[in-house]
DNA sequence: TCAAATAGTTTGAACTTCAAATTATATTTT
DNA sequence: AAAATATAATTTGAAGTTCAAACTATTTGA
């Protein structure tokens, strides 16, 4: 097996980050695009974090996105205005405000999820990655590093 | 060793993608902050850009960066405002402008190198990582994959 | 009760990006 | 060589994302 420095891990790691992933973002708005879907990535991100938040409060949303509430709230906006999610005060507790996903934006999620799904498919089986487990094992902990 | 399913997988991947990479670059982007260089990511992505660029041209490191030259054209305005880079028309083809790195950002991109490598031997510390060569080679191939 | 804490919204500003129009230079065609 | 086309970059106007700070509403705690 090919022998990494601490230089080329570092220089792959940089490349991940500065250009790989913003290509990937860019393949994914694209495929919106292409399927007619008028949403940029970060609205299809706000959406995914209400699917996965827990109880999908303005500032449990922001949290998970790593925004302020301020910032959400006029992401929000926008796509309650297009019709994607619904909001309404906790019956509960006044201050807070519940954000559903409308059935279009389950779509989108679902449009978007199989996307992810043939992406990572095609990655695999042209990688010839073999150790694929090994990968998910390592990408996992990479994970949960920076959740910490 | 756990194993996988293509649905973990899928979810691990997509986590690296949306929160993940975001966190990495805010953390960065604090460092920046931290060390009292006024300086935003993109800003510094571009003095990357200029610095991995071969014939570093505006066109050339717009490609780079996946962004089109008009962009390019006012984040290197702001870049020139600022003293970190310098623009010359190419003499031989006077279409051409060639950017240049000053030595204030030569001093950024030292600085940024140096809080990578401390990123990355932090990580590999505290993950206890003992097939850290798998998870670069995989890495570089995941890298490799998306740049073809 | 009333002060402090919490949850969200609004506003104004900065930054990033793009598309389209424009300028300048180089290359190709006639 | 002149005209047309292609290439390189800049400018402009608009949209999207984000933040900080000021503000409103509601709840909690002393």
């Known amino acids: 097996m ?3 420095s601490r ?3 570092r220089k792959i790691i940089n490349e991940l980050l500065v250009e790989i992933f913003n290509r990937i973002l860019a393949i994914e708005g694209q495929n919106l695009k292409d399927k007619g879907i008028k949403l940029s ?3 299809v991100h706000v959406l995914e974090a209400i699917e996965l938040t827990e109880e999908p409060t303005m500032s449990n949303i922001a949290k998970r996105l790593g925004i302020t509430i301020g910032s959400l709230t006029t992401a929000i906006n926008t796509l309650y205005q297009k019709g994607y999610v619904l909001r309404e005060r906790d019956p509960e507790d006044r201050r807070k ?3 559903g996903l409308l059935p279009k934006a389950e779509d989108v999620l679902k449009e978007h999820d199989s996307f992810h799904e043939e992406m990572i498919d095609s ?3 042209e990688m010839e ?3 694929d487990e090994l990968l ?3 990408l996992d902990k990479l994970s949960s590093y920076f959740k910490k």
């Open 41 to 43: 990535m970060s609205e």
């Open 2 to 4: 090919k022998k990494y």
């Open 129 to 131: 990655l073999e150790k």
């Open 123 to 125: 990655i695999f089986e």
């Open 7 to 9: 230089e080329e891990a």
């Open 97 to 99: 405000v519940v954000v």
């Open 136 to 138: 998910i094992e390592s």
